[in-house]
């Protein structure tokens, strides 16, 4: 049973997901490269930006030192963000999910930045603190902005051709949503989560 849905889901993507998912990434990089070089020539704006990072995973409880409070709250902070990327495309015309994509790769724009300001370029270090748990977060948050993408031009649809055939139904918009979030999102930020809390600090001490 699960092996059926998880095929259906890859068919879903590939036939539906995969361009959308692919321009995502390349605006989210695109946008992350526009940031970094704005940050690396106002530095003293990026190391404000970063406080104010700081202070907000405070207030969200990220850096706390019960990693097991932690793992929840990273949970649920990147869950409220990717399910945010879902439902907003339910919202015809706007196209809203791409700019929380916008969002969130600022902010990836101003670590590197900092990464270079502070660390001189320390590259190492850099993949180390966010390449393993990136590997599923940023596509957790692609999966969810390219499913969210994909309601808005369905919704769409069915506003310009209402009364007619075209549109997809909107219970099968909200199963399509639903299984993509749950099969695909939601594990991916489980397992993101539990890298960054309990595999990447590891790393810190190899460190040169």
């Known amino acids: 049973?699960?092996?059926?849905?998880?095929?259906?889901?890859?068919?879903?993507?590939?036939e539906k997901l995969f361009v959308t998912f692919l321009i995502v990434l390349v605006l989210l990089f695109a946008d992350a490269a526009l940031n970094y070089d704005y940050y690396m020539r106002h530095?003293?704006?990026?190391?404000?930006?970063?406080i104010k990072t700081m202070r907000s995973f405070e207030e969200h409880g990220i850096l706390r030192k019960n990693t097991t409070e932690v793992f929840i709250n990273l949970f649920i902070n990147n869950f409220v963000f990717s399910l945010a990327a879902t439902v907003s495309g339910f919202?015809?015309?706007?196209?809203?999910?791409?700019?929380?994509?916008?969002?969130?790769?600022?902010?990836?724009?101003?670590?590197?930045?900092?990464?270079?300001?502070?660390?001189?370029?320390?590259?190492?270090?850099?993949?180390?603190?966010?390449?393993?748990?990136?590997?599923?977060?940023?596509?957790?948050?692609?999966?969810?902005?390219?499913?969210?993408?994909?309601?808005?031009?369905?919704?769409?649809?069915?506003?310009?051709?209402?009364?007619?055939?075209?549109?997809?139904?909107?219970?099968?918009?909200?199963?399509?949503?639903?299984?993509?979030?749950i099969l695909v999102v939601i594990p991916l930020l489980l397992i993101a989560a539990f890298v960054e809390v309990f595999v990447t600090p590891g790393s810190f001490s190899s460190l040169p």
Not at 1 to 14: A, H
Request: proline share 4%.
């Open 91 to 181: 919202v015809p015309f706007l196209f809203l999910p791409i700019l929380l994509v916008i969002k969130s790769d600022g902010t990836l724009g101003l670590v590197i930045a900092i990464f270079e300001i502070y660390l001189k370029g320390d590259y190492y270090t850099l993949l180390a603190m966010t390449l393993p748990h990136g590997i599923f977060e940023i596509p957790a948050f692609l999966y969810a902005t390219s499913s969210g993408l994909y309601l808005t031009r369905q919704m769409s649809k069915k506003v310009i051709h209402r009364g007619t055939s075209d549109a997809v139904p909107f219970r099968v918009l909200c199963s399509k949503a639903g299984s993509s979030f």
């Open 43 to 50: 530095q003293d704006k990026a190391k404000t930006k970063a």
């Open 1 to 14: 049973m699960v092996k059926k849905w998880y095929l259906n889901e890859w068919r879903f993507f590939k």
